[in-house]
């Protein structure tokens, strides 16, 4: 029920996709499993990682995500992968510190992060990730093993 009102508040644009977010993962600070909630859940989706990019990855890949970064912590180790743009996400607050990493935030965040002027390359499954895209030397889209 909860999941419903705030995603209907969100529709109503009364939160923030920041908000929303924070309410999302309220529970957070108090859940003392929550790392091993995380942990079941790449475990049970981390074959969803595709062939074609575990061949090509390189030490020097940053993954760029509007996800909190505690989520995405655990799938980073076990690819080895040291760089990272995310959702900084306080777990004993509960609260997003900066922007939501999502759109502009991005390019913003992976700028400020990493002094760099261009990505080689992005890969995303979403066109929300577009301002990202238009800042990496070329960017493909992804659905499924289709790479364009």
């Not at 942990?39 to 074609?52: E, G, L, P, S, V």
């Not at 061949?55 to 760089?83: R, T, Y």
Request: glycine share 4%.
């Amino acid at each position: 029920m909860w999941f419903a009102v705030v995603f209907a508040l969100y529709g109503m644009k009364i939160l923030s996709k920041k908000k929303t977010k924070e309410c999302l993962f309220f529970f957070v600070p108090w859940d003392s499993n929550f790392d091993k909630i995380v942990d079941k859940f790449w475990a049970k989706h981390a074959n969803k990682i595709k062939d074609w990019y575990c061949v090509q990855k390189q030490a020097d890949d940053v993954i760029i995500s509007a996800s909190l970064g505690f989520i995405i912590k655990p799938v980073m180790e076990m690819l080895d992968i040291k760089n990272w743009v995310a959702t900084n996400y306080n777990v004993k607050s509960g609260k997003i510190f900066g922007k939501n990493c999502y759109g502009n935030a991005k390019v913003e965040e992976f700028e400020r992060l990493y002094r760099k002027e261009k990505l080689d390359a992005y890969y995303s499954d979403s066109y929300s990730d577009l301002p990202i895209m238009m800042f990496a030397k070329q960017a493909f889209y992804v659905e499924g093993n289709k790479i364009t």
